[in-house]
């Protein structure tokens, strides 16, 4: 499905009877209320009388279709909820999104939300998140979203980076959607290099015997089980004078069948999303590039398919990570913390300004925070500038501790670490952590977040986020690179 170029608008005038036209509805003491910026105050009386005639809810993640009122030539009148608490850009970017995930078969969807800057952007990203649909395999694929309008301007910059954000939202879900069948380690790496094709990147892909010979023992271990063999993905994009320097460090693990030590069949269920972290990474770095960021950025995508078989990692094996670090495996189903204890021992090795890890990484993250807030944790400064971000483009993290009091149930007799404390079910977020925090080097800014709940979503579509594969943190992440 291609993405679609936003067009503006300068008045009602610009309408055709093909039209379907997306207003806001509050829902004051006073009774529901059209809000609709750039029409004339007759034409918002009028649809008012029709929200209120048809009982339209304008509560938010609400979504009323009726045929216009009289004299108004469109096909038909969408009111999307606002609710009654103050419009604000994300307010107004999730019920452009969710009114965009309802309409299907349009020809023109045009939007009358807001009218510029902040607030135009904003409806014009929830339009365009909404507006991505699943291609299923072997069906025919969909190649064109409906045409996208807006009444109001944008300036040029300004959709450029709404179009760009967006596309890496898009390129994440449709990279989670793939089945495992289709998706593994060396397809992932050819699906990204494609993707990336034209770009100013470099890439570097190190097979699984460059792996073994180079120490990388915690992607050798977790994919040595599996035929599809294993790959460390580095991309780098380098500007003409850097600002600063961030490494990004995602996790690939393309199926986790918990290794030897296996999931409960209904547990593998939806393991195919295990890989969200390194398709978050590479696709913010790819829209990083396209957008000419100043921040040079080096990403680790560290990439494997964790299976059982007579050459699968065992319990009590003893690996040692990039760096020297010997790790104690005690659970091969805490897979994903060793691929990215090889990814986190490489760009400390770089110094950078920043390290970010992203990873779908704990079950406790979903029990914890549920499926729309990712867990935040690192240094002072690290979480600090990834929480920021994600205010500014609307995202859900929530700071969580890395108490130093767990390190001691990581104890080994024959290693430096273990990765795992078997039978130990509290505080499984933040002893995943705790773990990942000593392969940081010493005094480097670091941000992990785990979005083992937010990269899927279980449940019903909610403001522009769809059932399924969900992009979350690709624009934070982007936005940190670009800041």
């Excluded at 063999?229 to 693990?253: E, Y």
């Excluded at 149930?409 to 024959?414: K, M, N």
């Amino acid at each position: 499905m291609t993405l679609p170029t936003p067009s503006f608008l300068e008045s009602l005038s610009s309408l055709t009877s093909d039209d379907i036209l997306v207003v806001g509805l509050t829902t004051p003491d006073t009774g529901p209320a059209v809000h609709a910026p750039g029409l004339p105050a007759e034409t918002v009386t009028a649809l008012t009388a029709l929200a209120r005639a048809i009982d339209a809810d304008g509560s938010p993640d609400s979504y009323s279709r009726q045929g216009p009122p009289a004299g108004l030539e469109v096909r038909s009148v969408v009111f999307t909820g606002l609710g009654n608490e103050g419009l604000t850009v994300d307010r107004l970017r999730e019920a452009a999104g969710y009114a965009a995930l309802h309409i299907s078969k349009a020809t023109r969807v045009v939007f009358a939300l807001a009218e510029s800057g902040d607030e135009l952007r904003a409806v014009v990203e929830g339009a365009l998140l909404g507006s991505h649909r699943v291609t299923k395999p072997g069906k025919p694929r969909e190649d064109q979203a409906p045409t996208m309008a807006f009444l109001g301007s944008l300036t040029e910059a300004e959709t450029t980076g709404t179009l760009v954000a967006t596309e890496a939202v898009w390129r994440v879900r449709d990279l989670v959607t793939m089945p495992p069948n289709l998706l593994n380690p060396v397809s992932f790496v050819e699906q990204v290099t494609a993707l990336a094709a034209g770009s100013s990147l470099t890439i570097e892909v190190l097979d699984e015997k460059k792996l073994l010979a180079d120490g990388m023992g915690g992607i050798t271990a977790v994919g040595k089980g599996s035929h599809n063999p294993p790959r460390l993905m580095i991309l780098r994009h380098q500007p003409k004078s850097p600002t600063r320097h961030i490494a990004l460090v995602g996790k690939g693990i393309t199926f986790d069948s918990g290794g030897l030590s296996l999931k409960a069949p209904n547990a593998m269920v939806g393991m195919k999303y295990d890989m969200t972290g390194a398709a978050v990474m590479a696709a913010a770095t790819m829209a990083a590039s396209a957008l000419g960021s100043t921040t040079s950025i080096t990403t680790y995508l560290c990439l494997a398919e964790n299976m059982p078989s007579g050459s699968a990692s065992r319990p009590n094996d003893v690996i040692t990570i990039k760096g020297g670090k010997t790790v104690e495996i005690l659970n091969t189903d805490a897979e994903g913390r060793l691929v990215m204890a090889d990814g986190l021992s490489l760009a400390s090795e770089l110094a950078p300004d920043l390290i970010i890890d992203i990873a779908t990484l704990t079950g406790a993250a979903r029990i914890a925070l549920g499926e729309r807030y990712a867990g935040l944790m690192g240094t002072p400064e690290g979480v600090a500038e990834l929480e920021e971000a994600a205010a500014r483009v609307g995202e859900k993290v929530w700071g969580m501790p890395l108490p130093t009091e767990l390190r001691s149930l990581l104890s080994s007799d024959v290693a430096d670490i273990a990765n795992a404390k078997p039978g130990e079910v509290l505080g499984g977020m933040l002893l995943a952590g705790v773990f990942l925090k000593e392969f940081v080097g010493e005094g480097i800014p670091w941000a992990h977040l785990d979005i083992a709940g937010p990269a899927h979503n279980s449940s019903g579509a909610f403001g522009y986020t769809p059932k399924g594969a969900s992009g979350a943190l690709t624009r934070t992440v982007l936005d940190v690179v670009m800041s």
